[in-house]
């Protein structure tokens, strides 16, 4: 699970302004199947991270369990990271950020560990918008358990013994749009140029950012009849919106036609850039959002790209009145109301 | 005038309970009594017995006055006030002979049941209200409030004081004042006039409160919380626990908002269920803030995977168990102490939690502070079992005191500037032989960058499924739990080398102690050991060691006490005899004399 890769310094590779490589936000070798798509995703943060120059140090990386919570220990090993119980995570990540708001909280998870076990601490994380970047590493499946259906997997898709499933899917997606989620979008493990930008973008959200990333099991959910093969969501994927997540401030060059590109500011004052692919999506309006998913999804298509984002709700922290200094580095003598104190407030209860 | 016959002393030495229906305000009225009480100088003992609903159903209060100062329920009661006619047959049952019942005799009972040996004085409260107060609700309220009048004027307790007391209480809203104290006057010339006042037993000024003020041990809890300096709570409302987290949260807005900025330097998270509460609070300790949970059983069986992983991962985590009783939802505004066994061993697989034991208020803030530091200093989770008569119950607490030189003990945490120094950091290495391992808290750089897993680990933090490394871990594990049975508050002993003891813990020390005190006088001498911590330390094995016969009085039906004792030390099994009260009502001191004497004359356990 954490064997560690062998590190070679090549002088010429690219350095961002923390003056790290690409490599220096790997994390240990992976022991998932080759060809997974999980670990697509892990390269893709890897990427994001650098491209963002974040400092190993202020990411900390949660998950839950399942295949995909494993992935925790495969990027930034400068990152502390905690692979916590099943579906459990949601949790960790509320009291995390509750004692340090300062960290970029990477939470990984699984469609078991998020729309089963865990879909109640899912639901509650987007309700208290916990400022973090939410990865549901979708794959119809169970695949630490080996190959059961999860509650993601479409009525009527197949499992790999020819098992036809019997139950209606909890589309995340969906989920996340009808109880306030203030980011939500969704991607492929195969599409790193749509994925990230979106990882940045969601590393950058104040709030709880959700991306649901299809992300294949080759070893049991990537045959003829499943709705989650490598093949089948190829063929069904589509995106009304490209999202580009641009560092600077001001005018943006893009060299979109009017009309076609809608620009939101992020709390941080960089901003994300959306390319319409569809003249009618607006990706700030979440009935429109939910009805346009719903659609696709009677189509029997994927939805991807930045599908909404609301930078307006207060976040996790704004709600709790919270200091800007993380409560976990108060000292002590702003905590502590001290002897004389006491001798007043017993003398209340007299 | 109704004569008083069969006249008992009991100057500062009496019960009194009173019968209502809850939802009528009979509280305040009760509390008025017990603080006047208290505010003349004499000790007094506050329960509540109340029932799992918000209105209409029967509740008990009981004031014990004592001039000497015990703490327990006695097992009488001399006075009943019988409000409540639903439970007014079993209410005059209760009363012990020699004792009075005062009812409402405003209207004509169907069938009212009296009895030889008690005193019933009727007072016509029903119609004095509705004289004197106009609305429904107003009338029910004030009838409440007017015999606290009838018992100031029966038990000599100063109107004065009665008066100062509402005065503090409705400070912002003084024609309340008036209206409560117009109500008791009538309960009290009613009293007067019709009955020979004062009664035998009645309140004597006696000075002997000083010093002490009057708390439930769930604010006591939350005020160590506070002093403690802890920054993150989560929590899932459950009876009896509930009010421990109210009162952290009005204490953080008194002392933690900040004056300039408005903002609050805490966190209170009402989490969806008990998962995720002790998951946030797992987080935030993770993370490097105090923090804690309060809970009740039934979140302690919704924690228990998650406790599996603080205690494998080592994750200083604080837990408040106000027991109540169980099994399943059981009877959730009872007492007990019935989580021993479930907290000790909480989890899967191999797994020993370190407990600690306040027997009172007092204790639960002194224990709350050293649960913060124990847990961290361990790194593992550290539960505080409170029961509901600690937690919800007012107490008599001597003034506590606070050393302005306390530092937390953050335990073995490497700074960044420490972290640059040393040469390799590894999470899980026992560096200093007393099983407990450095960390570091997320942020502190990409050399103490670790992984924290429940799953299988080696000495270095990496993932292991290999025999020897994970034996390694575990074996550790044990070498801390003897390092915490060193580190817990120590056993009080109370002693002089006879050969029989009591052993108890939590809130059955008041009982306890009152016990001794009787059986002293019957000519049986008992040594007495209160446990206050697990793993049990050396003094608790040499306690066991020299008794031939050992008492173990809990309030849990299946002796988990005495398990806890037979399974972590070395007694002998036959040496221990259980005296064991679950009713969920708070043990009497009678009911231990009587157990004690029972076993004794039947040679059990000798
Ligand atoms: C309480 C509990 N129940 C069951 C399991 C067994 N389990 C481990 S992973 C998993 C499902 C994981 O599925 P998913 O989240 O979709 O992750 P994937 O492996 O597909 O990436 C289950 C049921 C567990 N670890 N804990
Ligand atoms: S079983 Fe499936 S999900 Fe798990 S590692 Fe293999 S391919 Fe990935
Ligand atoms: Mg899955």
Excluded at chain 1, 37 to 60: R, Y
Excluded at chain 1, 220 to 240: C, I, M, Q
Excluded at chain 2, 307 to 324: H, K, N, S, W
């Amino acid at each position: 699970m954490s064997i560690a890769k062998p590190k070679i310094s090549r002088p010429n590779l690219p350095r961002n302004t923390q003056g790290l490589t690409r490599r220096d936000y790997e994390g240990g070798m992976s022991t998932l199947c080759a060809g997974c798509g999980h670990d697509s995703i892990t390269a893709a943060i890897v990427q994001a991270c650098f491209e963002l120059s974040l400092p190993p140090q202020s990411v900390a990386k949660l998950s839950g369990i399942g295949c995909s919570s494993k992935t925790t220990a495969y990027f930034v090993s400068g990152a502390h990271g905690f692979n916590s119980v099943h579906g459990r995570m949601p949790a960790i990540a509320a009291g995390a950020s509750a004692a340090n708001r300062s960290l970029h909280y990477i939470g990984v998870s699984g469609d078991g560990d998020s729309l089963s076990i865990g879909l109640g601490q899912l639901g509650h994380a987007i309700r208290r918008n916990v400022d973090m970047l939410y990865l549901l590493e979708n794959n119809g499946v169970y695949g630490l358990t080996k190959g059961q259906f999860s509650a993601s997997a479409e009525l009527g898709s197949q499992s790999k013994k020819g098992e036809k499933n019997d139950h209606e899917p909890i589309d995340p997606v969906l989920l996340a749009l009808s109880i306030g989620a203030t980011f939500v979008a969704r991607s492929f493990s195969g599409d790193k140029d749509q994925l990230v930008p979106l990882l940045k973008a969601g590393l950058m959200h104040r709030g709880f950012a959700l991306i649901d990333i299809l992300s294949p099991c080759v070893t049991f959910n990537d045959h003829e009849g499943s709705t989650k093969s490598y093949a089948y969501v190829r063929e069904h994927l589509h995106t009304p919106v490209a999202a580009d997540y641009i560092e600077t401030r001001g005018e943006i060059q893009v060299d979109y036609q009017p009309g076609e590109a809608v620009t939101v500011d992020m709390h941080d004052g960089h901003q994300v850039v959306l390319k319409k692919l569809d003249h009618d999506y607006d990706p700030t309006d979440r009935a429109r959002a939910l009805a346009y998913v719903q659609e696709h999804i009677a189509r029997g298509e994927h939805v991807t790209g930045l599908i909404y984002l609301g930078e307006g709700r207060r976040n996790f922290h704004e709600r709790h009145q919270t200091p800007e200094q993380p409560l976990n580095s108060l000292p002590y003598d702003k905590l502590c109301p001290g002897s004389e104190r006491l001798g007043s407030i017993i003398k209340r209860y007299r | 005038m109704l004569e008083v016959n069969r006249p008992m002393s009991g100057i500062n030495d009496f019960v009194v309970k009173f019968a209502n229906v809850n939802g009528t305000g009979s509280a305040s009225a009760n509390g008025l009594i017990m603080k006047t009480v208290f505010r003349m100088g004499v000790p007094v003992v506050g329960k509540n017995f109340f029932p799992s609903n918000i209105q209409g159903l029967p509740t008990w209060y009981e004031i014990r006055v004592t001039g000497e100062g015990w703490s327990a329920r006695s097992g009488r009661v001399d006075v009943m006030v019988a409000m409540n006619s639903e439970t007014y047959v079993r209410d005059l049952k209760e009363v012990s002979p020699g004792g009075y019942l005062i009812h409402d005799s405003s209207w004509a009972h169907p069938v009212l049941l009296s009895r030889e040996d008690v005193t019933v004085m009727g007072v016509p409260l029903s119609e004095l209200c509705a004289e004197n107060f106009e609305g429904a609700r107003a009338r029910i309220l004030m009838k409440n409030i007017m015999y606290a009048g009838v018992i100031a004027a029966l038990f000599d307790l100063d109107l004065e004081v009665m008066r100062s007391l509402l005065t503090e209480s409705y400070a912002r809203k003084p024609a309340l004042v008036e209206a409560n104290m117009k109500a008791i006057q009538l309960g009290y010339d009613y009293a007067k006039a019709n009955f020979q006042t004062p009664l035998p037993m009645r309140v004597e000024p006696l000075g002997r409160t000083a010093g002490h003020f009057v708390m439930d041990g769930n604010t006591a809890a939350a005020l160590g919380c506070l002093y403690a300096g802890a920054t993150v709570g989560a929590w899932y409302p459950i009876t009896p626990s509930t009010s421990l987290m109210d009162a952290f949260k009005s204490f953080c807005m008194k002392h933690r908002v900040d004056p300039e900025t408005g903002q609050r330097n805490f966190l209170i998270i009402q989490a969806e269920d008990e998962l995720a509460a002790i998951g946030a609070v797992i987080g935030a300790a993770w993370n490097g803030a105090r923090s804690f949970t309060p809970t009740s059983g039934p979140g302690i069986s919704l924690m228990n995977e998650f406790i599996g992983l603080a205690y494998y991962a080592e994750i200083p985590t604080v837990l408040f168990d106000v027991q109540r009783v169980g099994p399943s939802t059981g009877m959730p505004t009872r007492t007990q102490q019935c989580d021993l066994l479930s907290c000790a061993y909480a989890s899967h697989g191999d797994t020993r939690h370190v407990l600690l034991f306040p027997a009172n208020p007092e204790e639960a803030f002194y224990l709350s502070v050293q649960a913060f530091d124990l847990a961290e200093r361990l790194q593992t989770p550290v539960f505080v079992l409170l029961d509901l008569d600690i937690g919800m119950n007012d107490w008599m607490v001597p003034d506590l005191k606070w050393d302005d030189a306390y530092r937390p003990d953050r335990g073995k945490v490497l700074d960044a500037e420490t972290i640059q120094k040393i040469e390799k950091f590894h999470r899980y290495l026992d560096v200093d032989g007393d099983g407990i391992p450095w960390r570091t808290v997320p942020g502190t750089g990409e050399k103490g960058a670790y992984f924290t897993r429940g799953s299988g680990h080696n000495r270095f933090g990496a993932y292991t499924e290999d025999s020897v490394e994970y034996q390694d871990v575990v074996d550790r594990l044990v070498r801390k739990f003897r390092t915490a049975a060193a580190l817990v508050p120590k056993a009080i002993i109370k002693g002089d080398g006879a050969t029989a003891g009591i052993v108890s813990l939590g809130s059955c020390d008041g009982a306890v102690q009152e016990a001794l005190a009787v059986l002293a006088k019957q000519g049986i001498r008992l040594d007495y050991l209160r446990v206050r911590g697990f793993p049990f330390g050396e003094e608790v094995e040499e306690f066991l060691a020299s008794h031939e016969q050992l008492f173990v009085v809990e309030q849990n039906r299946d002796a988990q006490l005495k398990s806890l004792l037979t399974l972590e030390t070395a007694v002998e099994k036959r040496k221990l005899h259980s005296i064991l009260h679950y009713s969920g009502l708070p043990v009497s001191s009678s009911f231990i004399v009587d157990g004690i004497n029972r076993a004794m004359s039947k040679g059990e356990a000798a």
